[in-house]
Nanobody
Framework: QVQLVESGGGLVQAGGSLRLSCAASGRTHSNYAMGWFRQGQGKEREFVAA????????WYTDSVKGRFTISRDDAKNTVYLQMNSLKPEDTAVYYCAARAGGLKVVPRYYDYWGQGTQVTVSS
């Protein structure tokens, strides 16, 4: 099956940037979608961004539009989340997820999940 491993999290000051990576291994195919979700302390897991692997089409939650960019590298089987102009409210554990078919914004539609990487934005 598919294994997902996130990296790139850390501590950054407000206004700074981080780039998260999600490397996929195992059985994958061209019709998958991959997404990023986050869960803040005491909060529900929420959608951040997603990409359709073959077409490159993307979707973002309103709170990150213009600040975050999702992209993929087919040769490396890796998805990235470039996060700029970070705010304290972006602080959360960020999870990478994958599913067969087109991108969705609801977590339950995703089949595979990484272990998460902590992003902390200080004020």
């Amino acid at each position: 099956q598919v294994q997902l491993v996130e990296s790139g999290g850390g501590l950054v000051q407000a206004g700074g940037s981080l780039r998260l990576s999600c490397a996929a291994s195992g059985r994958t195919h061209s019709n998958y979608a991959m997404g990023w979700f986050r869960q803040g302390q005491g909060k529900e897991r929420e959608f951040v961004a997603a990409i359709n692997w073959s077409s490159g089409s993307t979707w973002y939650t309103d709170s990150v539009k213009g600040r975050f960019t999702i992209s993929r590298d087919d040769a490396k089987n890796t998805v990235y989340l470039q996060m700029n102009s970070l705010k304290p409210e972006d602080t959360a554990v960020y999870y990478c997820a994958a599913r067969a078919g087109g991108l969705k914004v609801v977590p339950r539609y995703y089949d595979y999940w990484g272990q998460g990487t902590q992003v902390t934005v200080s004020s």
